[in-house]
Structures are given as structure tokens and as C-alpha cells.
């Protein structure tokens, strides 16, 4: 049976999403209008089709381009614009300027340093980088911080995988969780109001509608003990329960990192030039904002940004050096390295996502929350953190907050509660879907390496989705005068 199960998984995998768009698309289990059973239906098949593994994933997620149009969802040139959106550009540039990186050797020189500091023990490094990208991730927005580390992670695991003659399944271990632990720290950074799109989206409505003046200094206050708690409890529960990688601090490793180190000599010219790229373009990301308010005449956002540093790549002589004959930083045929798939992916959860927004399944879903609403301020908390983490699984978190804010408002009022006190936890749960990569887009760069199985995955983030759930939740329960004195 097993045998069997084995040889035939693709196509039992494509049965189950047929069998399950038919169930949704033939009956109507949630009184659902004709288009959003559509929706849901398609959503359904896509999703299975994405966790069963039944067909490459981009391929999956090129699905809305037939099936909206031939069901009369959206019109072929409105689904196709969502494989243009910005974020996917901004994925690009990331990219990019992650093959330069790379190219150069510039990501290898940094890992080495990096380990150089922390040692070879390999919970170390994982606990160094789970800090270091939660830093950064409260400053900048979380797409920017991980791709500014996945390169570094992918050379650190070259680096100790060169020297580690343990058994296979410790370096395995320790390369998911490497990869994983960037994602989900990034996602973690909830103590500043800019750390996640989500915070920005909830404080613009939350000001607009009840005129609330929610400072920077006092949601730092507020939700930085809860970003040290969940990087904390993210470290322990994949490097001590799930994947234990058991690479100690070796010698000969440290050894091997002085060597590595010494050949590559003095920092070269298109190293420097890469790095110089790197850092304003991170620089600019950490004050766009400034430079907006400061002038009128250009405007700046993330994937702006994020192309200008990657065109430059195209553009700048790679310098002085005796193999590079006069080419520049990059050059086209260098682009076959790009995660082009990665891009599909995250253009097809875009389109699923605008069309459960358009057919108000979020409203339904709100109106749904209300009817089942008590008095019990911590079940309903749970409730509605529940709802927000497993949700922005499937939709972008942003357009989440956007759409159920309002309704999460509503239901508050209703229970004679401040908007806040269930807005808040909504807020804070979007941003931490960790079962697929099209939760958040740090998700979907980790998955571009390679390193990650989309099984592996979803366990993973299952677990920390519960843990996740349960700590927001006893912690925006317990404090709750902190929280209204964000006003």
C-alpha cells in the first residue's frame, strides 16, 4: 500500500485538489454568493495543489490566469497585473543584488566573518543570526531585512558544511532552520510600528477612523518584551525540539575560517563597488521616509528602490581586476541563477488573495465572528489571533488588516470594547504565517533556496502558528492597560 502510495503521490495529489474544487464548486457549505464560491473553490484547489506538492509550485500559481477569466472572476489583463504588482519588483531587485553578492564572493566574506565572531557551534550562529535579522527587521521592513541576510545564510552554510564531518542529517537541520529562522524572525520584529506592513496598515486606520494618536515610542514599549519572547521561544523550538543540528564548536572549523579568510585577501574592487550598491540601498530603505518628506520632486518606496540598486548592478564597471575584461557588476547571462519561480509563486498569491478580497469573503467571514461574539474578552481575543495567523496564509497581510480591521472594529463596539483590544491581536497575528511561502514574502525568499521542503514547512510552521496564537493572546490579554495607554 505503501508502495503504492508512493508511486502514484502526484496523481493522488491532483485527485484530492479536483475532487475538493468540485466539492465547493457543486455545493455551497458557507451560503456563499455564486462568485466567492467560485473563488473558493479555486482557492481550495490551489492551496491543496501547493501543500500535496502536486505539480511545481509557479505552475500552481499560474492557475488564476486561466481559471478567473474562464469562470468570469476577474478579466485576463486585471489577473495579469497581479504578476506585475510592486512587491514582486521589489523581489527582483532583491534578488539581483543577492547574485552580485554572490558573484563577487562579497557573501562569503561576510559569512566568514560573521562565524569568525561566533564560533562553529552551530546553535550559536543560528541564535546570531535570529537576533541580528530581528534587529534589523524592527527598522526595516521585513522583505528588505531577509534579503539582506539570505545570502549571507546561504554562504554561512557553505562555509560550515565544507568542515563538518558529522552525521548528513546535522547539517540538514542546520541549514532549514538557518533558512527558516531569517523568514520568521523578520516576521517576528513586531515592537516598532514600522517593523511589519501589518502595524503601518492597522495605525493609518486606527488614526483615520477614531482619531487615536498611537506614538512610536509607546508601541516600542509595548511589543518589544513580545518580539524578545517569540524570537526566544522561535529559537528554542527549532533548535532544541524540532531540528537539533548537534555541530559543536570545532578547532580544525576554526582553523579552516582563518584559512578561508586569508585567500581571500584584501577586499577587490567589485566587491567594494557591490558593497557600496548594498548599503545605500539598505540605507536608502531605512530613510525613505525622510527623504520623501524632505522634497516633493521624487518619491520613494521599497521596490523602487530595490531596482534602482539593481539596475546599478548593470550599469557600474566592475573595476580593476584580471578576470573580469571590462564587464559590469552583473551581466544578463548571470540572471540564469534567478529564482524566476519565486516570482510566479508570489504573483499567484497576489491574484488568489485580490479576488477573496473582491468577493468580501473577509466581510462574510467578520460577519461570521460576530454572530458567535461573548462577552469573554480572552475568547475572543483567541478567536480573532486565530483567525488572523492561519488567514494570512493565504492572503496578503497588509490587505488583511485592511479589510478586517473595520470589521474587527465593529465587533468590538458591539461588545462595549475599545476597537483596540481586538485590533491590536488581529494586527499582530497577520504578520506571523509560517506554514506556506506565500504567507509572507519572507517566507517565500527563504523557500527560493532550495533548502526548504514545502512538508517541512508547513510543519514547522504549524507548531510555531499555535505558539504564536497563544502567546499573543495571553499576552495582549494580560496587558491590556499597556496596551490603552498606546492613546
Keep these: 500500500m505503501k508502495e503504492y502510495f508512493t508511486l502514484h503521490k502526484k496523481k493522488l495529489a491532483l485527485l484530492t485538489g479536483i475532487v475538493l474544487f468540485l466539492f465547493f464548486f457543486f455545493y455551497n457549505p458557507f451560503f456563499l454568493l455564486p462568485k466567492a464560491k467560485l473563488v473558493l473553490a479555486i482557492a481550495t484547489v490551489m492551496i491543496s495543489w501547493w501543500v500535496l506538492d502536486a505539480m511545481p509550485l509557479p505552475v500552481v500559481a499560474l492557475l488564476p490566469i486561466v481559471l478567473f477569466p474562464l469562470f468570469d472572476i476577474s478579466t485576463i489583463m486585471e489577473v495579469t497585473s497581479s504578476y506585475s504588482d510592486a512587491i514582486v519588483f521589489l523581489f527582483m531587485g532583491g534578488f539581483f543584488i543577492g547574485i552580485a553578492i554572490e558573484k563577487w564572493n562579497l557573501h562569503k566574506r561576510i559569512a566568514l566573518s560573521i562565524i569568525n565572531i561566533t564560533g562553529t557551534n552551530g546553535n550559536k550562529i543560528i541564535l546570531g543570526f535570529i537576533l541580528a535579522t530581528g534587529f534589523l527587521s524592527l527598522w526595516l521592513s521585513n522583505t528588505a531585512t531577509t534579503m539582506m541576510m539570505f545570502p549571507i545564510a546561504i554562504s554561512v552554510i557553505h562555509v560550515v558544511g565544507s568542515h563538518q564531518n558529522g552525521e548528513e542529517g546535522s547539517m540538514k537541520n542546520f541549514s532549514l532552520v538557518l533558512m527558516l529562522s531569517i523568514a520568521y524572525a523578520s516576521n517576528f520584529a513586531l515592537g516598532t510600528i514600522i517593523g511589519t506592513p501589518p502595524n503601518v496598515a492597522y495605525v493609518n486606520y486606527i488614526t483615520e477612523k477614531f482619531n487615536y494618536n498611537i506614538s512610536f515610542t509607546a508601541w516600542m514599549i509595548a511589543f518589544i518584551p513580545l518580539t524578545i519572547v517569540l524570537l526566544f521561544v522561535l529559537y528554542w523550538i527549532l533548535v532544541k525540539w524540532l531540528y537539533p543540528n548537534g555541530i559543536k564548536h570545532s578547532e580544525k572549523g576554526k582553523a579552516f575560517i582563518d584559512n578561508e579568510l586569508k585567500k581571500l585577501g584584501k577586499i577587490s574592487t567589485p566587491e567594494k563597488r557591490t558593497a557600496i550598491i548594498f548599503i545605500l540601498t539598505v540605507l536608502c530603505w531605512i530613510s525613505k521616509d525622510f527623504i520623501n518628506s524632505c522634497q516633493e520632486i521624487i518619491t520613494l518606496d521599497d521596490s ?93 497581510n497588509v490587505a488583511q488588516v485592511m479589510v478586517m480591521a473595520p470589521v474587527i472594529s465593529s465587533v468590538a463596539i458591539s461588545l462595549h470594547m475599545d476597537p483596540l483590544l481586538l485590533g491590536i491581536p488581529m494586527t499582530l497575528g497577520a504578520s506571523c504565517a509560517s506554514m506556506l511561502p506565500m504567507g509572507t514574502p519572507p517566507n517565500a525568499i527563504v523557500f527560493a533556496s532550495g533548502y526548504i521542503k514545502m512538508r517541512d514547512m508547513i510543519k514547522t510552521g504549524f507548531v510555531l502558528n499555535i505558539v504564536c496564537i497563544v502567546i499573543i493572546t495571553l499576552f495582549c490579554y494580560f496587558l491590556q492597560p499597556m496596551i490603552m495607554k498606546l492613546i
Excluded at 328 to 355: C, N, Q, S, V, Y
Excluded at 365 to 374: N, V, W
Design 304 to 396: 523602487i528602490i530595490a531596482m534602482i540598486g539593481a539596475i546599478s548592478l548593470f550599469a557600474i564597471p566592475a573595476g580593476k581586476n584580471n578576470d573580469t575584461k571590462n564587464e559590469r557588476l552583473l551581466e544578463w547571462e548571470d540572471t540564469t541563477k534567478m529564482a524566476w519561480g519565486i516570482l510566479i509563486l508570489f504573483g499567484g498569491g497576489i491574484a488568489l488573495a485580490k479576488a477573496l478580497e473582491e468577493v468580501k469573503i473577509m466581510e462574510q467571514l467578520g460577519a461570521y465572528l460576530a454572530s458567535y461574539s461573548t462577552g469573554n474578552t480572552f475568547l475572543m481575543m483567541l478567536i480573532v489571533v486565530t483567525v488572523s495567523v492561519f488567514l494570512s496564509e493565504v492572503m496578503s
